[in-house]
């Protein structure tokens, strides 16, 4: 099988590649910005019709997009997930490849949730901030594109390679700087918030399943359980071995993410939790690493930094 894989060098596209690579029935190509890709391309400003001569050229059956920002403004967030997936979208229209498409999605077109809820795929989309309005935006582009399509909508990602922007990311980093000056105390914020955390790994998983299924629509990724974070954070100074007293910042700007004076940067509130039962049902998949092996992963990585 011929897969096109865009985005292959972000967070979540090194763990699908990865993923990819170990099939030996997978045929892999990348596609990005980067000069590290098997061929360069920029959907937020390549034209959909040299993008889709080149899949004419590949031939794949599956096209897996990964591609995008997590971070910016509006403007920015638009052109590289909005216009980033419009491009994909037409180029396989015109694209006498025929190819399934598999698009990453993620939580926060979904916005808040009632706090003990679980969120199902068939929930109103109501996104908090332009992140999630620009991801909504694509996938609602992918679903009325008339193309063999599904949309996977990916809630808390976490594991090896975090973002360092991350909240996950964030917390390890504070935490080694912590560790690292001596500090008997860690002062966090947004600690009160509740979040789906799922591994990378498990995330890779789920779209290797997702192109090899006839799945189509959306299909939440998560693993149904919602968080706190401050009891991800008890288990993070756990397998750190820092034993000072973590204490939650208050006051504007102190929420998840703690940036431009919102509660909860990401747009979506202080809960979110995934109704995964599509995943399992369509699928196949559920999720394997547990939460405290993948905050062991990212303390890894920081401690390499003491």
């Known amino acids: 099988m011929r897969v096109l894989l865009i985005g292959a060098h972000g967070f979540l596209g090194r763990h699908v590649a990865d993923r990819l690579l170990a099939d030996p029935a997978v045929q892999l190509t990348a596609l990005g910005r980067g000069d590290d890709a098997d061929v360069r391309f920029d959907l937020s400003s390549g034209s959909p019709g040299a993008l889709s001569r080149f899949l004419d050229a590949v031939h794949p059956g ?33 694209s006498a490849c025929t190819a399934r498409l598999v698009h990453v999605g993620c939580a926060a077109e979904y916005g808040p949730s009632q706090p003990g809820s679980s969120t199902g795929e068939d929930a109103v989309p109501r996104p908090g901030g332009p992140y999630g309005v620009s991801k909504l935006a694509a996938t609602e582009l992918v679903l009325g594109s008339g193309l063999d399509a599904v949309v996977l909508r990916v809630f808390s990602p976490l594991g090896p390679g975090t973002p360092a922007g991350s909240p996950m990311g964030r917390l390890a980093e504070a935490m080694r700087r912590a560790m690292q000056q001596g500090d008997s105390e860690l002062k966090l914020p947004g600690l009160a918030a509740q979040r789906d955390f799922v591994d990378v790994r498990d995330i890779a998983r789920a779209v290797h399943a997702a192109s090899l299924s006839a799945a189509q629509g959306v299909v939440n990724i998560g693993t149904g359980r919602a968080v706190r974070l401050r009891d991800a954070a008890a288990v993070l100074a756990r397998v750190a071995g820092y034993t000072g007293a973590l204490h939650e910042l208050e006051g504007p700007g102190s929420g998840l993410g703690g940036a431009g004076g919102l509660p909860y940067p990401d747009g979506c509130g202080s809960w979110q939790q995934a109704d995964v039962r599509t995943a399992r049902d369509r699928l196949g998949w559920r999720p394997r690493i547990g939460l405290e092996e993948s905050l062991a992963d990212i303390w890894m990585e920081a401690a390499c930094r003491i």
């Open 62 to 94: 599956v096209v897996i997009n990964c591609a995008g920002a997590t971070r910016g403004g509006a403007r920015e967030l638009t052109r590289h997930n909005t216009v980033g997936a419009a491009t994909v979208c037409e180029a396989l229209r015109r």
